[in-house]
Structures are given as structure tokens and as C-alpha cells.
């Protein structure tokens, strides 16, 4: 079993979730070894108590479980196979779990060159935003061997309540695509209705008191219109990565022969957004498209 005594948790990845999570596994008890782009992001962490490695490298050879939690694919490839990465560093026996958002074929690569060396690998990408990471209430889909997931469960229960085993390598990402898919569409709608709403002269805190109880209801409506209707277009999941996330989609899509016209709309959308300089906002600035 994976406990505080034997275990040195490696977190590489410490972004708007990335530091919730690490430290929730920290006041579990475990030691912990982080890395990022930047040390600023960390120093919270090490002022509890982290120890800073300076590259993934360092943090393979120090940890027996690590997490990765980073922007893209290609950062994902780079952690993974660089010369400085996990799995030519890594220690037989240990365990690599990529809860970033990205291609399901990569986990499987992952997964399979880390078999090669004796090391097991997870995708367990997870969706609740800053929210869920901060209250460690995360959904945490996981893909890849069920005898690693069951081994690693102990500490995913420190970051999620919905922790579900999705299937072999890659089964991971493919629900969190799921997941993308009827997140991209429901944000068009949540959108829309309270644009109506004000055009309509309603007060939409009232609104909104009705719809989220009734058959409308959704985590976007209940957790990101209150944010919209403050103006706070924080970042809990940035447009930059839901635009990433919707492209992987799409290509998974096509590569399946599906149609997904409302993916699409959603994309695109957000791709004006994103020309208009709001790639670092919040997904629910979706709401200023209608605004402008």
C-alpha cells in the first residue's frame, strides 16, 4: 500500500489546479518533490515543506508515484520521452499517472514504453476546475492497467470523490473527451440563456435561482454564471486549454467517422475570443461574445 512512510509523491506541473492538488497530498502526509516552468508557482508549496527538483529527470529519481499535471500534449511528450524525461529516468517499480487533458493515443505510448520499462503508467485526467482542486471534489477518469489504479486509488482519493476506472490505456482521456464534448455544447446554452434573460429585463440572479433546480441545471450553470454575472473572468480552466481540448476531440472524432457540429460551434466560438486577446480568461467569458 501506497502510505506516507514508503511513498515520495513527484508533482510535476503547478499551475490554477495543479498546486491544490499537490498539496492536498501534502497535508496527507506525504513527502513530496515538485517541478514547473516556474519556481514562483511553487513557493507555497516549498515553504510547507516540497522539496524543488529542477527537472523531471530529478523528480523521477527521487519519487515512487508522480503526477503530471501541464498544458498540452506536447508539454506532455516532453515530461514523458525528453532527455531529461520520466520514463528514460524513471525507477522499475514506480508509477506515472498523467492527469493532464490530452490525446488518448499518447497515454497509450506512455503507457506501453513505461511497461518496456518496468514502470506502470495511468491517464487519469479529471474535470471540477479550480473548484473541485481546491476542495479536492475532482471527477478523476482513469485509464490503463486496473491492478495500478487499484495500488494508486489511496492517494487519488485525496484530490476526487468520483474516481471511476475507465479501462485499458487511453479509456482515461477518451472520457475526458466525453466530459469536453458536453461541457463545449452546455456552455453555448448556459451562455445564451442568460443573455436572453437580461435582454428580456429580468433580474438574472432570479433567473438563475429558478433554472439551476429545474431541469436546465448544470454544474456550468450553478458554478461559472455566478462568475459571469460578477464580470470575474478568472481563470478556473483557461480557453486556451478548453480550445486544446476540444481540438483533440475533434480529431479523436474523425478519426471514429463522427460528426460533431456542436463541438465545432463551440470551438469556433471560442477561437474569436481567442483573437480578441481572451485566451487566458476563464472558459465563462464565453459570455462576452454576446457582450460585444
Known sequence: MLT????????IGIGVMGKS???????????????SRTKEKAEALLNKGAQWA?????????ATVIITMVGYPKDVEEVYFGENGLI?????????????????????????????RGIQALDAPVSGGDVGAREAKL??????????????????????????YQGRAGSGQHTKMSNQIAIASNMIGVCEAIIYAEKAGLNSENVLK?????????????????????????????????????????????????????????????EQLVEKGEENSGTQALYKYWQN
Do not use: C, Q
Not at 506516507?4 to 508533482?11: A, E, L, Q, S
Not at 529542477?54 to 527521487?62: F, N
Open 4 to 11: 506516507p512512510k514508503n511513498t515520495v509523491i513527484g508533482f
Open 21 to 35: 492538488m499537490a498539496e492536498h497530498l501534502m497535508t496527507a502526509g506525504y513527502s513530496m518533490v515538485v517541478t
Open 54 to 62: 529542477e527537472t523531471a529527470k530529478e523528480v523521477a529519481e527521487k
Open 88 to 116: 528514460p529516468n524513471g525507477r522499475i517499480g514506480s508509477y506515472l499517472i498523467d492527469m493532464t487533458t490530452s490525446a488518448p493515443s499518447l497515454a497509450v505510448k506512455i503507457y506501453e514504453e513505461a511497461k518496456k
Open 139 to 164: 471527477s478523476i477518469m482513469v485509464g490503463g492497467e486496473k491492478e495500478a489504479f487499484e495500488a494508486v486509488r489511496v492517494l487519488l482519493e485525496h484530490l476526487g470523490t468520483n474516481i471511476v
Open 210 to 270: 429558478s433554472i439551476t433546480a429545474g431541469a436546465a441545471g448544470s454544474w456550468s450553470l450553478s458554478n461559472l454564471v455566478p462568475r459571469m454575472l460578477k464580470g470575474n473572468f478568472e481563470p478556473g480552466f483557461y480557453i486556451k486549454h478548453f480550445i486544446k481540448d476540444m481540438k483533440i476531440a475533434i480529431d479523436e472524432a474523425e478519426h471514429m467517422g463522427m460528426d460533431v457540429p456542436g463541438l465545432s460551434l463551440a470551438k469556433s466560438l471560442y
